[in-house]
DNA sequence: GGGGGTTCCTGTACGC
DNA sequence: TGCGTACAGGAACCCC
């Protein structure tokens, strides 16, 4: 499940081959592919050929590789089971292909980044660039709040909508327009780190409890983004389709029934707004 | 505008 | 072996 850490792997690994490229040629081999890109196919393709990439940026879990000429950016939204690869030009289509962008790299040459989708929640666009502060930002990610490693992230406007929302925690930390990155899988991470139970509400959190949590966030999303993202199965890699580790160092998450890494209490796996809750009943009690 | 539930989708695992 | 069903979850969308 692509959040913060896989994105940035995504990202980071697309920028030394994307940037200054030229994008020779655009495949749509499935249009549910383009369901940020309002006006279609054929529209999509032609904002892209002739154009260069100049970078590759993100926020949160949206990507996007600015092109030359205007202020535009073809943006990838991964969802659950999207991959950005990068493939010779040639290469067999992928399982799931859904579009291919063929690129010639001044340096690398002839080169394809292919986005394939399993389960068809990720999407690309072609989308206007826009001014947020010091930086420009797609319209499409605008309402989407800083990620908690990004330099101006405010801790003190979290706090202070921390405590003006009465909702389960977990599900704020869940919510992209308050803090951004953080997914299903992080979210657990960082509740049991900071021994939070997933249901307090988040109003009732103290500002030593907030700080503590913030920080775990932040050092959960850094650890993952060192062991290369969290992988269970094929649907997350990066853009040479290897799998990340940080799936070996999960306390939490995917642990239900199984001892509690630093108390030994059973972890417990509860359904929460359509997903799984993983938490150590004895060490993140509820208020 | 906060709160909380629903919907979209497909491959896999599991029970009968 | 084959079928039906539950499950995984990001983000937009809906109604209260």
Not at 30 to 43: F, N, V, Y
Not at 101 to 120: C, K, M, N, S, Y
Not at 131 to 152: M, N, W
Not at 260 to 275: Q, S
Request: hydrophobic share 40%; with cysteine.
């Amino acid at each position: 499940m692509p959040e913060l850490p896989e994105v940035e792997v995504v990202r980071a690994g697309l920028a030394p081959a994307t940037t200054g490229s030229l994008i020779t040629g655009v495949s749509v081999f499935d249009e549910r592919a383009l369901t940020r890109h309002a006006a279609g196919a054929a529209d999509f393709v032609g904002r892209l050929e002739g154009r260069r990439f100049t970078d590759a940026a993100r926020r949160g879990k949206f990507l996007w590789l600015p092109l030359d000429a205007d202020d535009s950016a073809l943006i990838a939204h991964l969802g659950m089971s999207g991959q950005m690869l990068l493939r010779r030009p040639d290469a067999a289509a992928e399982r799931h292909e859904r579009i291919r962008i063929h690129l010639e790299h001044p340096q690398h040459g002839e080169l394809a980044v292919v986005f394939a989708d399993q389960r068809t929640f990720g999407s690309l666009a072609v989308d206007r660039l826009v001014s947020d502060g010091p930086s420009s930002v797609p319209t499409q990610v605008v309402h989407i709040a800083r990620d908690p490693l990004d330099p101006l992230f405010d801790d003190a406007r979290f706090r202070q909508t921390l405590r003006s929302r009465r909702s389960a925690i977990k599900r704020v930390l869940l919510d992209q327009q308050v803090i951004s990155g953080v997914g299903n899988i992080y979210a657990d991470e960082s509740l049991w780190a900071a021994r939070i139970h997933p249901e307090t509400s988040a109003s009732s959190l103290s500002t030593p409890a907030v700080s503590r949590l913030l920080a775990e966030v932040r050092s959960v999303l850094a650890k993952a983004l060192a062991e290369g993202g969290t992988s269970f199965d094929a649907q997350y890699v990066n853009v040479n389709g290897q799998a990340g580790y940080f799936a070996l160092s999960l306390n939490a998450y995917g642990r239900g029934g199984q001892p509690c890494p630093r108390c030994g209490g059973l972890i417990r796996r509860e359904a929460f707004m359509n997903r799984s809750s993983h938490y150590c009943p004895r060490c993140q009690r509820r208020r």
